[in-house]
Structure formats: C-alpha cells, structure tokens
C-alpha cells in the first residue's frame, strides 16, 4: 500500500467512524424528543378517589389528567418525569389525598395518554403546567383552592421554570431534578450508549437544537428557581441517585431563596425516592407543607 493510499484509507476510516458516532447521536436525539408513549392505565381501578378530566392545551393539544379534589382547600399538581406517566405518581397522591389534600396528575404532552408532541425535557412542558393551573382554576371543585406543585425529574425542573412564571403556584417541590440539563447530557449518553459522554455531549446538544430547533443548554432551573421567593421551595434529591448526581440539589439550593430546604434522601434510585423510604418522604413533606403553607 502506498502512503497516499494509506493516507486515503485512514481518512476514509476516520469519517466513517464520525458519520456512525453521528448517526448514534441523531438517532438518540429523535428516540429522546419522541420517546416511545407507555400508555397510562385507568388510575382510578388503583386510586378509586380519582377521576378522569381533560386538560386543554393553548397549543390545541389534549392532557389526559386525573384529578381528586382537596378536602381541606389545598391542590397539588403532581407532574411525573421523562418518559414516564402519571401512574408512577400515584403512591405520593394516595398519600397526599389521605392527609386532606387534592391532587392533579397529568401526562406531560408526548407521554403516557396525552396527545403525541415533541418533548423538550421542561423547556416547552412549563405550558403543560400552565395549562394544568388553569383548568384548576376554571373548575368548579377547585377554582377556590390554593394550588402548590410537586416535580419528579424533569417534572421537577418544569415545576421549577413554571412557578418563576406562575405566581398562583404558592409552594413548590423539586425532587431528583437537574439545575441544568447541559451538564446531565454526558449522563445520559453514558447511561444510555456505550459511547463516552465527553465530547460527544456537545455533538449531541448541537444535533439536538439542528433536528429541534431547540437549546438544551437554555434548560437551567438554577437559573430561575431564585424567582420563586417569598415562595417556598423544598429540593428533594437522592444521595444515591445515579442519573441526577447529587450536586444537583446543592445547586438548587444554593441558587434558591428564603424559604428554602433541601432533604438529601439517603436511600433510593433516581426518581424513585417516596417508592424507596415513604415513610420518611412523607415526614418530611407533610413537615414542609404545615409550616409553609397558611
């Protein structure tokens, strides 16, 4: 073989090796934007106390919701994380709803039985929550109610960028939420594919905003949680969580204002801390509740 030939096959070697690394990350970001729905079961055969509604959408999109209403004039909307559905939130909403407090599940648009759109992992879901404290607002068994709001996951950092916005939310809980989505990109890659998550997270986050013309590099709840206050924050995150690393609630924390507390849960996998200690995730929350919310 002669050295240009060698050259050329080298070079050749090399861009095929970009073109399928390319390939693997554009393939993740369609998988990632459109996941694969998981239908949500009929809740009310798990929690007979809740019943079916329809949450309309500004965009013309239907939310398939479930709603129990309060008992002592409190709601919370309970919002599940990515690729999940509002069956995963129902042993925290039994809990809630026996201690006197209404509850709102809803499947985020793209997931569970909500009608299919592009998921952007919270950017374009703060209108999902939108939309969820105004059908609350316009219905006739909780248009008196104070409404709080409780995230897991990526429904904690939507919890977080929507109540910036949406004063009505008076109290706010984030648990296993990421402070910004740019930094659990390599995360996710690893988690994901065999390919390192350093630097392919770039190439991933500058394919993900060329196929969706969104920058997930804008997704930052520790850039907005400080706009809460005088509303009060509770930051939930696992010790063990393997996904959201626990760095995450510290900067949370740290980016909140009074009235704020972090509960570092010692036990339990991401996004599954009440499954893991409910009795202790139920003392704490039910703590915060009482003595933040008059």
């Excluded at 390939?23 to 949500?40: E, K, N």
Aim: aromatic letters at 8%; hydrophobic letters at 45%; proline letters at 7%.
């Amino acid at each position: 073989m002669s050295g240009w030939q060698a050259v050329l096959w080298g070079v050749s070697a090399v861009l095929s090796g970009l073109f399928c690394v390319y390939g693997v990350v554009a393939y993740q970001v369609r998988v990632i934007t459109y996941p694969q729905l998981q239908p949500t079961p009929d809740l009310a055969q798990t929690m007979p106390s809740l019943q079916a509604v329809d949450i309309p959408h500004p965009d013309g999109l239907t939310l398939a919701g479930w709603l129990s209403p309060a008992q002592n004039g409190k709601t919370l909307i309970l919002q599940h994380g990515y690729a999940a559905n509002s069956l995963d939130n129902v042993p925290l909403a039994e809990m809630l709803v026996a201690h006197g407090y209404g509850v709102l599940l809803f499947d985020f648009h793209g997931h569970g039985n909500s009608d299919a759109a592009q998921v952007t992992l919270g950017l374009t879901e703060v209108t999902d929550t939108q939309a969820a404290v105004a059908f609350l607002q316009g219905h006739p068994q909780t248009q008196t109610d104070q409404l709080g709001i409780v995230g897991v996951s990526m429904g904690g950092a939507t919890a977080i960028m929507a109540s910036a916005e949406i004063p009505e939310l008076e109290i706010v809980v984030a648990d296993s939420t990421f402070a910004a989505l740019r930094n659990e990109i390599a995360v996710g890659i690893e988690v994901k594919t065999p390919l390192p998550g350093t630097p392919l997270d770039q190439v991933f986050i500058t394919l993900a905003q060329w196929q969706t013309g969104i920058s997930l590099s804008d997704i930052r709840p520790v850039d907005k949680i400080g706009d809460i206050s005088p509303r009060p924050v509770l930051i939930i995150q696992g010790e063990q969580d393997a996904r959201v690393l626990p760095y995450n609630g510290a900067d949370l924390y740290a980016a909140a204002k009074e009235p704020k507390q972090l509960w570092q849960a010692p036990v339990g996998d991401h996004a599954q801390l009440f499954q893991a200690d409910p009795a202790g995730y139920e003392a704490v929350l039910l703590q915060f509740l009482r003595e933040n919310w008059q």
